[in-house]
């Protein structure tokens, strides 16, 4: 199985910095023959079920503010949100999708400082 | 609007049966793969079982495998996960979640609200 560790557990940052949380993977997730990343970040609020926020590492969903921003390949990720707003109080997951069982990261708390 | 409803869950006795199900709307469910998700109470997610289209492949986590049964009634535009020989760990709000690999993204895309499960006597 793949193990998915994200970097901090938690997480404050004041309003209009940024916040930047790390998650690795035991093994690589990029798959050659497309050359893509199976990951993907989730951001969950309190009460709500988790919504997709990033997907194949760095393509932003649709609707999501531009402000998240995914990189990384291989092993190592990153989300960035360049300017923390109110409404981003949560937890965030990583996920791998590149083979089963897909794995989440054990999830990040952003607070605001 | 897409949508995804689960409905089904309640408590149990551990030993005992439950099946949960997920009413897709506003979207055709035959065209997408499916998965359940878990996540026990003020813990992370796990992802529990997923579907192809058609139904012609499974996969289940480890910690399920061989007590719940995921399948699909497209006619009915219905997920569900029968979960058998249910104990206390079992005990969490379960999601249904769309695989998005037909949108050409292939992560979760589209979530329930999710249905709590809690076994205990």
């Known amino acids: 199985d793949i193990v998915m560790t994200q970097s901090p557990d938690s997480l404050a940052v004041s309003l209009g910095e940024r916040a930047t949380i790390n998650c690795k993977s035991s093994?690589?997730?990029?798959?050659?023959?497309?050359?893509?990343?199976?990951l993907a970040w989730y951001q969950q609020k309190p009460g709500q079920p988790p919504k997709l926020l990033i997907y194949?590492?760095?393509t932003r969903e649709s609707g999501v503010p531009d402000r998240f921003s995914g990189s990384g390949s291989g092993t190592d990720f990153t989300l960035t949100i360049s300017s923390l707003q109110v409404e981003d109080v949560a937890v965030y997951y990583c996920?791998?999708?590149?083979?089963?069982?897909?794995?989440f990261g054990q999830g990040t708390k952003l607070e605001i400082k | 609007e897409v949508q995804l409803v689960e409905s089904g869950g309640g408590l149990v006795q551990p030993g005992g049966s439950l099946r949960l199900s997920c009413a897709a709307s506003g979207f055709t469910l035959s065209n997408y793969e499916m998965n359940w998700v878990r996540q026990a109470p003020g813990k992370g997610l796990e992802w529990v079982s997923y579907i192809s289209t058609s139904g012609g492949k499974i996969y289940s986590a480890d910690s399920v495998k061989g007590r719940f049964t995921i399948s699909r009634d497209d006619a009915k535009n219905s997920l569900y996960l029968q979960m058998n020989s249910l104990r206390a760990e079992d005990t969490a709000v379960y999601y249904c979640?769309?695989?998005?690999?037909?949108?050409?993204?292939?992560?979760?895309?589209?979530w329930g609200q999710g249905t709590m499960v809690t076994v205990s006597s």
């Open positions: 194949w590492a760095s």
């Open positions: 093994q690589s997730v990029l798959y050659s023959s497309d050359n893509k990343n199976y």
């Open positions: 996920q791998q999708y590149y083979s089963t069982p897909y794995t």
């Open positions: 979640a769309r695989d998005g690999y037909s949108s050409g993204l292939d992560a979760f895309d589209i």
